[in-house]
């Protein structure tokens, strides 16, 4: 399991090192001092965000990465004498390496002298690779151009050529009534507070159901008699196991903490991560190991080190100890919690709501797993109420099992679905979840059985009621194999694959419900200047859930389905379609702001840009109303209910016609 994490974080920090470079916590400002007519001390003033430290050039090889500072790539004309010289350096023992590790903190100062053998030689470059860390670590590379005369540096954006400096300047678009663009963030504000409500209840019930675990359940009659046994007063136990709860919470919400550094980072990164293909695919075999698990095929533990260090800890007394009473609980547990665990963090990488939706739903998890120690150990006499823990216990965890493989499949889904292959197309999908859900009822009424779950051959009645309410989902998911359904299937909207990616549509404009669309702005754009239509602008993805919801449960309203189809010209860019390249001449460097490049080498690479540069938003779906000649017509709609999205749609007709 350790080796799991570990390969997950370091797909992550992969993505980190591609994506997170102009925001990286470290500020440079250079300077230049003249030695003799060949010698020059280029001087680099580095200033490092709190909690981060940047790693020497003198770091051991064997640990984190030592800096490199070397002439830029194509640089001639010079040579480098030597390391840099630094300043004041930390050394401090590394427990993960095993060596003392030497960085700076807050700032440093580098002069790296440089020897000039071509006397008409008037600017230079140098690059430095380094390593910045906090919870976490980014590589950091980046190139510093500095005049020996005194002159003005030329920008490196003047190595860009004359195509690719054409291309970004039609990326930025010139939109008309863009302060209507601010007039979202209120909206998108209360729309957020509702959709994390709606998390922090789901992993509420995920934490509900952890409790109801064989490794969580049995503890609660046992902590809760060890802090009320244990205490002088029983006012002390009461509090004690309070506190012992609001630790348990926290710890799960620490969990989250790292990744909203990544958002902070890079706006991008997490859609980037959700996108990704190979991730989508190590989700679906880690939700799949997590599912054997659970039928008992083996047992996913933690280093049992670390239960027996936090166990000793919690010896201490006092507050301090407590907490490490909880850590403990929480890597005990970790068998049962961590396969739920590890789903909530899947679907909130690869969901629109990024790192909140992540701290949300820990919270809600924790919350729902420490409330049963508060609660009993203030009415300590409800334990006696409290069933025995057995056959039931492992009915559940074989059940997780099966919920375990369904969502499994929906990360593989999105892999297919973002690389186009067409082999988990919606009736294969279907169709693999009804032989889950078969299989789940098979397991209820008796006729399977898994190592992890009851050994007794009589089965009960409620085993018998929740098996037929199983397979009752199995019909109702029946229909969906079929090319003509029998009735709209609203609960599978946004995790099976949209109803145009099927087996019997051979249309290759793929656009949802039949609609007409367009994948390219440029030609989407003209087409709506030719008819003297408005246009729905509509980011979206791939593997975005909340797009299909959108899609299935509110475009399919006859009223709105209607104005879409008649009054609007519609044109979906879909951000995560990064397997189909653009045509050479139309792949290019675009140039950012502050001057940095981004290379543009596929569809989704371009129309996540427009989206970021022009209406400084990352999340999908996004929709823009906007006239052929670029005017914004109100503010823009996301994840939202049919009355506010039709009524939305409405008042941007109005407008395009006065």
Not at 341 to 347: E, F, R, V
Not at 403 to 415: G, T
Request: proline residues 5%; hydrophobic residues 45%; negative net charge.
């Amino acid at each position: 399991m350790k080796r799991v994490f570990t390969l997950l974080l370091l797909i992550i920090g992969f993505s980190f090192a591609t994506h997170a470079q102009d925001d990286a916590p470290v500020d440079v400002e250079t300077s230049v001092k003249k030695i003799s007519d060949t010698e020059y001390d280029l001087i680099f003033n580095v200033y490092i965000d709190d909690d981060w430290h940047l790693y020497s050039q003198y770091n051991p090889k064997d640990a984190s990465l030592p800096m490199s500072i070397k002439p830029s790539e194509g640089e001639s004309g010079f040579t480098v004498e030597g390391k840099a010289q630094e300043s004041e350096t930390v050394t401090e023992f590394s427990e993960i390496w095993g060596v003392d590790e030497i960085f700076f903190v807050e700032e440093a100062t580098l002069v790296q002298r440089i020897v000039v053998t071509d006397p008409n030689l008037r600017q230079v470059s140098l690059n430095i690779e380094a390593q910045v860390c906090k919870e976490f670590c980014l590589p950091y590379d980046d190139d510093f151009t500095f005049s020996l005369d005194g002159g003005e540096v030329v920008s490196t954006v003047a190595t860009v050529d004359e195509n690719s400096k054409a291309l970004t300047n039609s990326l930025k678009l010139d939109l008309k009534n863009a302060d209507l663009l601010e007039a979202k963030m209120t909206a998108e504000q209360e729309e957020e507070k509702g959709s994390l409500l709606n998390i922090f209840l789901l992993g509420f019930l995920g934490g509900l159901i952890a409790f109801l675990t064989p490794c969580v359940f049995p503890l609660i009659p046992l902590t809760v008699s060890f802090f009320t046994k244990q205490s002088d007063k029983k006012s002390k136990g009461i509090t004690n196991s309070i506190i012992y709860g609001i630790f348990i919470a926290a710890i799960y919400v620490a969990l989250s903490l790292p990744f909203h550094f990544a958002d902070n980072l890079d706006p991008e990164i997490l859609n980037t991560i959700s996108t990704n293909v190979w991730l989508n695919i190590f989700f679906f075999i880690v939700l799949v190991f997590f599912a054997g698990s659970f039928f008992g095929f083996y047992t996913i533990t933690l280093p049992s080190s670390w239960s027996n260090k936090t166990d000793n800890a919690s010896g201490i007394g006092g507050i301090l100890g407590i907490f490490f009473m909880a850590v403990t609980l929480a890597i005990v547990s970790f068998s049962c919690t961590g396969p739920i665990l590890g789903s909530l963090l899947a679907g909130s990488l690869t969901s629109d709501g990024g790192p909140m939706q992540l701290t949300a739903g820990m919270g809600g998890f924790g919350v729902a797993l420490a409330l049963p120690f508060a609660f009993f150990a203030l009415f300590p006499n409800l334990l006696k109420a409290l069933p025995k823990s057995g056959f039931w216990l492992k009915a559940i965890t074989v059940m997780l099992g099966f919920i375990e493989l369904a969502l499994a499949f929906k990360f593989l889904s999105n892999a297919d679905l973002v690389g186009q292959w067409g082999v988990l197309k919606r009736e294969v999908f279907i169709g693999i979840w009804i032989l889950i859900t078969v299989l789940a009822a098979l397991f209820l009424f008796g006729v399977i059985k898994f190592p992890g779950g009851p050994t007794n051959k009589r089965v009960s009645g409620l085993r018998i009621i929740l098996g037929l309410a199983v397979l009752g989902f199995a019909v109702y998911l029946a229909p969906g194999v079929m090319q003509k359904q029998m009735w709209n299937q609203n609960l599978l909207s946004g995790f099976a694959p949209p109803q145009f990616y099927s087996v019997y549509e051979n249309d290759d404009k793929n656009c949802p419900l039949a609609l007409d669309c367009f994948k390219n702005f440029d030609e989407g754009m003209a087409y709506a200047k030719s008819v003297n239509k408005p246009v729905l602008l509509d980011f979206t993805g791939w593997a975005c859930v909340n797009c299909r919801k959108m899609e299935e449960n509110v475009w399919s309203d006859s009223k709105i389905h209607s104005t879409l189809k008649n009054d609007y010209v519609l044109i979906s860019l879909y951000v995560d379609d990064n397997e189909n390249p653009l045509p050479p001449e139309e792949q290019f460097e675009f140039v950012k702001p502050s001057g940095k490049i981004k290379k543009i080498r596929t569809y989704g690479e371009k129309w996540s840009t427009l989206q970021t540069v022009n209406f400084k938003n990352a999340s999908q779906p996004f929709y823009v109303l906007m006239s052929p000649e670029l005017e914004v017509l109100n503010a823009p709609q996301q994840y939202t209910d049919r009355l506010s999205y039709y009524s939305w749609l409405k008042d941007g007709l109005k407008k395009f016609k006065n």
